[in-house]
């Protein structure tokens, strides 16, 4: 899988005059892979993705939905998985029997960031919502072998503006997969008290790090009550959670 920069140069050298061969000459790559990528007939045969991969075709009309993007993006480091090793690489997404909801908002926003086609697929417990497309991995850098705990999880360049214009999505997609909303029983001095809280539990440090760069972007307070485990439960900072996450559905 070549890198999108490679792609982009490639398009923008053709664009500017030079012929497929020239291209694939002056980038020593083979000529078929050029002309797929700058060709007018081989972008069809991915199912119409590169003509919405703004990694890919930046001035491209039918760009990806940005807030969907924010979300997905929460969802996939979340419970997400990219498969690269198939000859399509392949977007997978677990999404609990228990919240319908989630398993169409998920579905949405893949076919509003990329996807022609989504697929549901029933396994134990969960429903598996997927997408196959060559520019998945243009989308989502942070892709790689093993847990997402045992790797770096870190933000491009062109993802963190992205997450600083819609930060509420973001939280949204990391809370919808790895948090929950519910109620908090304390009791003080004989007297019974019961609050509603946010949760949101991940063992990799970097995505508990961008979950909390996320909330202080919106002034919501939070604490670490566990080394894995975050907490929203101040009333004001619950309320302005709400308006942009919400309980599952």
């Not at 949405?108 to 060559?134: D, I, P």
């Not at 990391?174 to 519910?182: I, K, T």
Request: glycine letters at 8%; proline letters at 6%; hydrophobic letters at 40%.
């Amino acid at each position: 899988m070549h890198p999108p920069e490679l792609r982009l140069r490639a398009r923008q050298q053709h664009l500017a005059g030079s012929t497929v061969a020239e291209v694939a000459r002056c980038l020593r790559l083979p000529y078929p892979t050029v002309r797929g990528w700058c060709g007018e007939q081989a972008e069809p045969r991915q199912h119409g993705t590169a003509f919405r991969c703004f990694r890919c075709r930046p001035a491209v009309n039918n760009q990806t939905d940005r807030a969907a993007y924010a979300y997905l993006l929460g969802l996939y480091l979340g419970d997400g998985h990219l498969v690269t090793s198939a000859r399509v690489p392949v977007l997978r997404i677990a999404c609990s029997n228990a919240w319908p909801g989630l398993i169409e908002a998920c579905d949405a926003a893949m076919r509003a960031v990329l996807a022609a086609k989504v697929q549901r697929v029933q396994q134990q417990g969960c429903v598996s919502v997927q997408s196959y497309g060559m520019h998945w991995p243009c989308l989502f850098p942070q892709h790689g072998p093993g847990k997402k705990h045992d790797r770096p999880i870190v933000l491009t360049d062109w993802q963190r503006p992205i997450l600083q214009s819609h930060p509420g999505d973001f939280l949204r997609g990391l809370f919808h997969s790895d948090g929950c909303r519910g109620a908090n029983r304390v009791t003080v001095r004989g007297k019974a008290y019961v609050y509603p809280r946010y949760m949101f539990v991940n063992e990799s440090t970097d995505i508990m790090g961008l979950c909390q760069w996320g909330l202080d972007l919106l002034g919501i307070a939070w604490r670490m009550n566990r080394r894995n485990s975050l907490s929203v439960a101040r009333r004001g900072a619950v309320a302005a959670l709400d308006r942009h996450v919400g309980p599952k559905s």
